[in-house]
C-alpha cells in the first residue's frame, strides 16, 4: 500500500451488508475507514 510499517495498530471500522437470494449470496456492500487511516499513517 506504499507505506512502511510503523509498528503503530490501527482500526479499521467495516459496515457489510449482503443480500441473500434463494439461500444464494448476490450482492456485496461494504465501507470502510481504510482511506482515512492510510491518509493518518501517511501522514505520521
Known amino acids: ?3 512502511a510499517a510503523t509498528g503503530r495498530r490501527v482500526a479499521i471500522e467495516v459496515i457489510d451488508i449482503v443480500r441473500v ?3 444464494r449470496y ?3 456492500l461494504g465501507v470502510n475507514t481504510l482511506p482515512a487511516v492510510l491518509a493518518q499513517l ?3
Do not use: Q
Request: proline share 0%; aromatic share 0%; net charge negative.
Open 42 to 44: 501517511r501522514a505520521a
Open 26 to 28: 448476490v450482492e456485496h
Open 1 to 3: 500500500m506504499g507505506i
Open 21 to 23: 437470494t434463494d439461500g
